[in-house]
Nanobody
Framework: VQLQASGGGLVQTGGSLKLSCAAS????????MGWFRQAPGKEREFVAS????????FYSESVKGRFTISRDKGSSTVYLQMNSLNAEDTAVYYC?????????????????WGQGTQVTVSS
């Protein structure tokens, strides 16, 4: 399974971006999906996850209320709508497909990872 993340770019503080992640196969449609990010010089951190059917979502405290994760029903495509972006959101964003149906903040629960898409927020 390959995951292709897209939608990153350069945006001003307070702006919005929407990331997309498409899987090469529908085999991940029964699995939770997640977004992680890694800023320069920092460890990878959890951003958001969504259960296999989209019924449950989970966010890190740093993005709660600003980011929204969603997925097309019955598909492996997942999105991350990011609003009110600030400089601390600058990072490479990675999508991942979980081993499980329920989402998780634990990177070890994710089996497949995308190549990452750069998000840069300028002031």
């Amino acid at each position: 399974v390959q995951l292709q993340a897209s939608g990153g770019g350069l945006v001003q503080t307070g702006g919005s971006l929407k990331l997309s992640c498409a899987a090469s196969k529908r085999t991940t449609s029964n699995n939770a999906m997640g977004w992680f990010r890694q800023a320069p010089g920092k460890e990878r951190e959890f951003v958001a996850s969504i259960s296999w059917n989209g019924g449950a979502t989970f966010y890190s405290e740093s993005v709660k209320g600003r980011f929204t994760i969603s997925r097309d029903k019955g598909s492996s495509t997942v999105y991350l709508q990011m609003n009110s972006l600030n400089a601390e959101d600058t990072a490479v964003y990675y999508c991942a497909a979980s081993l499980y149906a329920s989402g998780s903040s634990q990177a070890s629960h994710y089996r497949y990872w995308g190549q990452g898409t750069q998000v840069t927020v300028s002031s």
